[in-house]
């Protein structure tokens, strides 16, 4: 028996058209089960609390429970090989931020690769750093910092919350650009050398707005800049960096990530309605609360702007030669 050929044309289109139709129909239906959200940190942290949030908005959207799993261990590397390894079906979703793209060159043995493993689904927020000194160093704005430390190089103490953290990059980055030498003093965790801040045990760091911005109201710690380009609604006074150092720019940022050969269909859902999540403004007053700028982009644009901080500080550690702890 021999088919016509228009017959034949319809049936092959028709055959390659199904694993599409399969796919769509897949993401219409997504999620029917309750999906986890992992995140790579201890709960509390604002990693932690920024998942928390856009879970429960995921959760009220879309009828599933989002549920955030912490996986805490190895500067977030523990939390992403668990994505990594998960099935890319859009039920294993990885709360991806800067430590990632720092990670993937200051971890030489990782069993992954973030770029290559790993697809951006939607970025939720950016979140400057702020340049503060104890109240007792002499200095009240960067031009100032810039002048004393170059009067007095290798005698200023900054700290930091640990080895190859954002706020470690983001010292060495300022030390490279500003050209002085500052003494990096490497905490194990933001709590403890924002307490040796305070107290004078150290006079310099660079920290996460929503951590300090108590004390600095308080005048415990003096803020000198932001790190972003643009001046930060929680301290419309304070300027940036940029400002005094030209090009330098520095953001600790969060958002969603998943295994990379999820389907685009799923992909495009999340990013759909976490970015209308992220216009809401319940959700974007709450994360002004914590300091954070809301920042929807495609999931496209996502994987450029990983692709770019990968980049970037890949450069500041090989410049600064970091090894990982």
Known sequence: MTFPRRKFLQLAIGAAALPAMQR?????TYPSRPVRLVVGYPSGGPADIGSRLIAQALSDRLGQPFVVENRPGAGGNIGTEVVVKAAPDG???LNANIPHAIN????ENLSFNFIRDIAGVALIYRQPLV??????????????????????PGTIEIASSGIGTPQHLALELFKRMAVVDLIHVPY?????????????????????????????RTGRLRALAVSMTTRSEALPDVPTVAEFVRGFEMTSWSGVAVPKKTPA??????????????AEPKLKERFAELGAIVTPVSSAEFDKFIAAETEKWGNVIRGANIRAE
């Open 24 to 28: 769509f129909a897949h993401a219409q």
């Open 91 to 93: 039920y294993t979703l």
């Open 104 to 107: 993937a060159t200051l971890y």
């Open 131 to 152: 340049l503060e000194v104890h109240p007792s160093l002499p200095v009240k704005t960067v031009p100032e910092l810039i002048a004393y430390a170059k009067a007095n």
């Open 188 to 216: 194990r965790g933001s709590a403890p050398a924002l307490a040796d801040l305070i107290s004078g045990q150290v006079q310099v760091m660079i920290d996460t707005i929503n951590s300090s911005i108590g004390h600095i």
């Open 265 to 278: 269909e799923i992909i495009a859902k999340l990013n759909t309605e976490i970015n209308a999540a992220l």
